[in-house]
């Protein structure tokens, strides 16, 4: 199909990727036959037919009894590269994945299992993929304060590999002021800071992000475009946008692909960038989300190049800081 080859072809970074969001049904079983773990599902049909969502703390539910399998350094070392290996078969070049430490040190796995595992396969997926990636970990939206600050201090060690901090799960009634602090002492550890704002949260949302955290760049931000001034401020300092199509779609962010606001966001100047988020869950991988997404919308190469394109100068790698939104 020429237009997913022209994709394909397109030099692509993922920014906006849940590790624990790319681990399949096949390998959910043998990490829980590998490590003894019980799961609620005999088949793999089984476990497809619970990823019916309705909003996003459904999929939460689901997403976090998943990340019980993964027990050991090789599995993620194996998720890591399972994941990369598709993202070069999709033509991407570069990922900033995130993954959430809480879910895992929660339960007894210490944080360097977690993170020793993930670096692991990043240093495989570049030596034989050739596929370049960076770290952020997130913190856990729905618990306190004090499990975050309590999550930087286990990171301490592994600063010099992690690019940033991130900031997930359940958006409605935990704002980013919740968070201040911590990303206020994440920043003068020298990290990027990221946040998810505006996927189910109101605007204001959004402008806490910007104001209080003051994010390097914003994940989903689609409640944005209910706000006119927030909408100019966003285009003004050139914020790169982290839109996940195929996700907002399975969460019911958006009622259809076709009624997607990415091409309104391009439109409007605004820096947006395609991502799969959780494609084991949401149904597609980076390519995936482009192809659906520029069908449904009639989006043409211009624009499409533009997505990649910004998807690159987005990124944390030192060379895109140079390149203007333009
Ligand atoms: N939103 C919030 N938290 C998440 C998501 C998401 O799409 N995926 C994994 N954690
Ligand atoms: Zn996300």
């Known amino acids: 199909d020429p237009l997913s080859d022209f994709i394909r072809g397109l030099p692509k970074a993922e920014l906006h990727l849940h ?94 299992v977690v993170a020793d595992g993930l670096l692991a396969g990043m ?99 689609n409640r944005a475009l209910e706000d006119a001034a927030l909408t100019r401020r966003l285009v003004d300092q050139g914020t790169t946008l982290t839109v996940c199509p195929l996700s907002n779609l399975k969460l019911c962010v958006v009622p259809s692909l076709e009624t997607h606001p990415l091409r309104r966001m391009l439109d409007l100047g605004l820096k947006a960038t395609v991502n799969a988020d959780d494609p084991a869950y949401f149904g597609g991988y980076l390519l995936d989300n482009y192809v659906r997404v520029a069908a449904a919308l009639g989006l043409d190469r211009v624009q499409l190049a533009r997505l990649a394109r910004n998807s690159i100068t987005g990124s944390f790698l030192d060379m895109a800081a140079q390149v203007p939104h333009l």
């Open 19 to 112: 590790i624990e969001g790319s681990l399949e049904p096949e390998q959910m079983f043998d990490f829980a036959r590998r490590n003894r773990v019980d799961l609620p599902f005999r088949t793999v049909e089984e476990v497809r037919a619970a990823y019916a969502f309705t909003n996003l703390q459904d999929f939460l539910d689901i997403y976090y009894q998943g990340a019980q399998v993964l027990r050991t350094e090789e599995d993620f070392h194996d998720l890591a590269m399972a994941y990369f290996r598709r993202l070069a078969a999709d033509g991407g070049v570069h990922a900033e994945i995130f993954f959430d430490p809480q879910t895992h040190t929660d339960r007894g796995i210490p944080f360097q």
């Open 123 to 221: 240093a495989a997926a570049e030596r034989e993929l050739g596929v370049t990636s960076r770290l952020i970990l997130c913190y856990l939206r729905h618990l306190d304060e004090e499990s975050a600050f309590a999550t930087l201090a286990a990171a301490e060690p592994y600063l010099d590999r992690i690019a940033g901090v991130g900031l997930d799960s359940s958006e409605v009634g935990n704002p980013p002021s919740k968070f201040a602090r911590v990303f206020q002492a994440s920043r003068e550890r020298g990290l990027k800071l990221v946040a998810h704002a505006g996927e189910e949260g109101p605007p204001d949302y959004v402008w806490q992000a910007l104001d209080i955290l003051g994010v390097d760049r914003l994940d989903h931000g």
